[in-house]
C-alpha cells in the first residue's frame, strides 16, 4: 500500500464510453459523495479501457456496504436489483435495461482449494490482490475530484505493456482452479504470453488433481467461455500442450484428425452464418462436439455428465460422434439422391452437428465433395420449411381412424411434397387417397 501512495496519481479517460453510461456513473458519484463512499470501477472493464478495447462493463465496488448502496441506487432510479449476500453483491437492472454490478471491496479466504470463498470486507487494495491477474487488478475512482483516478498497486499497467499474464500470488492457481483456464483464454484473446514463474504455477496445479474438485457447472463455464472466443482454435492447442482435457474425460484426445476437425470450424461456420442467418448456432458447443468427434460414445457421456451440460446440450454433443460420420458419407457420395432423402438422414440432426458435418469435410479438402455437400445442405434447409396443406384432421374427416398411420401417411406426403411428385392441395388429396387405396 505504500507503494500505492509513492504513485503519481493516473487519470483514465472515460470519454470513449457511450453517453449513458458515463451519466450514469456521474450520477452515482455524486450519490457516493454524498454518503461519503469511495466509488471504483474495476476488473476487465480498467483493463479494457487501457487497452482501447471496447467492453462497457459496469462493474463497480464500494469501499463499505455495497449492498447498501445498490439498494440506494436501485430506489434512486427504479432499477431491478437482485441482492447475492454470499458474495456481498448486487446486479441492477435500469429500466432501460442497462445492467450494473456493485461489490463490497472484499478480501476473501479459500478453506479448501477450488471450492468457493468465504468474504469479508477489506480495502480497495485488498479487494484487488484477490484478483486472478496483475492486469485485471486495477480501478479507477470515481468519486467527484478524484474522477478517472487509476489504482494499480500490483503492476497491472506494467504487465500490459509487456503484453503479460501474471499472477498476484504463488497460491492463486491453487486457491481457484478456474483460473487456469482464464489465464489461457487472456493469453489468446489479447496475444499475451505467461510471465514465466506464473506459467510454472500453472503447470504445476494442472499437473495435480485440483482441477477435478471444480464443480461440474464451473468447468463447464470456464470451458463454454473459452470455446465462446474468437479463435478458440488456439486455446484449444493450449489446453492441449497444457495436458487439460483430461479433466473432460481422461480418455479424450487431441489427435491430428480431431485437430483438424476443430481447425475447419471458423470456415464450415462462417459458411453456415452466411448462408442461413435464421439458424442460431451455439458456437462454443460446435467446438466442443468438434474436440470430441472421434471419442467413443462412453467417453462422450461421461465428459457431459462432468460438465454438468444442460439437457439441450447434451443432446446436441451425444449426437456429434458416428452419426454425423455416417451421413457425411452418404451426403458426399456422387450420384443422385432424393431430398426427401436427404431430409430423412438429417431431420434429427441440431444445426450445430450440421456444421460439424461441414467442418469434417472442410478438413478433408475435398473440393468438389464439399461443393456436393453445400448445395445438398442448402436444398436440405430450404426444405425444412416445406409444409403439407393436408393435416391429421383432412385424414380424420376422410374416415381414418387416428393412429400411427397418420404419421406415416403424412410423412410420405411430405417426403412427395419435397421430391415435387406433389404441388398442390388437389394432389395432395389424389396421393392420400391413392396410397389408401
Ligand atoms: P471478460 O472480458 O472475459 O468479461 P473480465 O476480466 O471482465 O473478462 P469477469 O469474469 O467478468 O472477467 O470478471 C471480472 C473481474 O473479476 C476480473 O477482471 C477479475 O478482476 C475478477 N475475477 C473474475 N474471476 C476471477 C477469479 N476466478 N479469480 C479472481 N478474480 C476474478
Not at 459496469?58 to 432499477?79: Q, S
Not at 445442405?377 to 385424414?395: E, F, H, P
Amino acid at each position: 500500500m505504500s507503494e500505492m501512495k509513492n504513485q503519481v496519481k493516473q487519470i483514465v479517460s472515460l470519454s470513449k464510453m457511450p453517453m449513458r453510461q458515463r451519466h450514469l456513473l456521474k450520477q452515482i458519484c455524486r450519490l457516493a459523495d454524498e454518503r461519503d463512499l469511495a466509488v471504483y470501477l474495476v476488473g476487465g472493464v480498467v483493463r479494457d479501457l487501457l487497452l482501447k478495447r471496447e467492453n462497457w462493463d459496469l462493474d463497480l465496488t464500494v469501499e463499505g456496504d455495497g449492498v447498501v448502496f445498490a439498494r440506494l441506487v436501485a430506489d434512486r432510479y427504479r432499477a431491478g436489483l437482485a441482492v447475492f449476500e454470499r458474495f456481498a453483491t448486487a446486479r441492477l437492472t435500469f429500466p432501460d435495461g442497462l445492467k450494473m454490478d456493485i461489490a463490497t471491496t472484499r478480501r476473501e479466504s479459500y478453506a479448501q482449494p477450488a471450492l468457493l470463498p468465504t468474504v469479508q470486507p477489506a480495502s480497495i487494495e485488498e479487494d484487488l490482490y484477490r484478483r486472478d491477474f496483475t492486469i485485471n487488478a486495477m480501478a479507477v475512482q470515481l468519486n467527484s475530484g478524484q474522477f478517472g483516478r487509476l489504482l494499480d498497486p500490483y503492476g497491472g499497467q506494467r504487465d500490459l505493456l509487456a503484453r503479460t499474464i501474471r499472477v498476484l500470488h504463488e497460491g492463486s492457481f491453487q486457491d481457484d482452479p478456474t483460473r487456469i483456464f482464464r489465464a489461457i483464454r487472456f493469453e489468446q484473446r489479447f496475444g499475451f504470453h505467461l510471465e514465466r514463474a506464473t506459467l510454472g504455477l500453472l503447470a504445476q496445479a494442472a499437473s495435480t488433481n485440483l482441477i477435478q474438485r471444480l464443480s461440474g457447472p464451473r468447468l463447464q463455464n470456464e470451458i463454454l467461455l473459452l470455446f465462446a472466443e474468437r479463435d478458440p482454435a488456439r486455446a484449444i492447442v493450449r489446453l492441449a500442450q497444457l495436458k487439460l482435457f483430461r479433466f473432460l474425460h481422461r480418455r479424450l484426445r487431441y489427435t491430428n484428425k480431431v485437430k483438424r476437425t476443430v481447425t475447419a470450424v471458423p470456415k464450415a461456420l462462417a459458411w453456415w452464418v452466411s448462408r442461413f442467418q435464421d439458424s442460431v448456432i451455439d458456437r462454443p458447443i460446435v467446438y466442443l462436439m468438434a474436440l470430441s468427434s472421434e471419442a467413443s460414445q462412453a467417453v462422450v457421456t461421461t465428459m457431459i455428465r462432468r460438465l454438468a451440460l444442460s439437457r439441450e446440450q447434451a443432446r446436441k454433443v451425444s449426437a456429434g460422434g458416428r452419426l454425423v460420420d455416417r451421413a457425411l458419407k452418404r451426403l458426399t457420395k456422387e450420384g443422385t439422391v432424393r431430398g426427401s432423402q436427404i431430409f430423412r438422414l438429417l431431420e434429427d440432426f441440431s444445426d450445430e452437428a450440421l456444421v460439424l458435418l461441414l467442418a469434417k469435410q472442410v478438413s478433408k479438402q475435398q473440393g468438389v465433395r464439399l461443393s456436393l455437400l453445400r448445395r445438398r445442405l442448402t436444398a436440405y434447409i430450404k426444405n425444412r420449411t416445406t409444409k403439407t396443406v393436408l393435416t391429421g384432421r383432412d385424414l380424420q374427416a376422410l374416415g381414418l381412424q387416428p393412429g400411427p398411420q397418420y404419421k406415416t401417411i403424412l410423412g410420405k406426403l411430405l417426403d412427395a411434397r419435397i421430391d415435387g411428385v406433389v404441388t398442390t392441395e388437389a394432389e395432395e388429396w389424389a396421393f392420400v387417397r391413392k396410397w389408401l387405396g
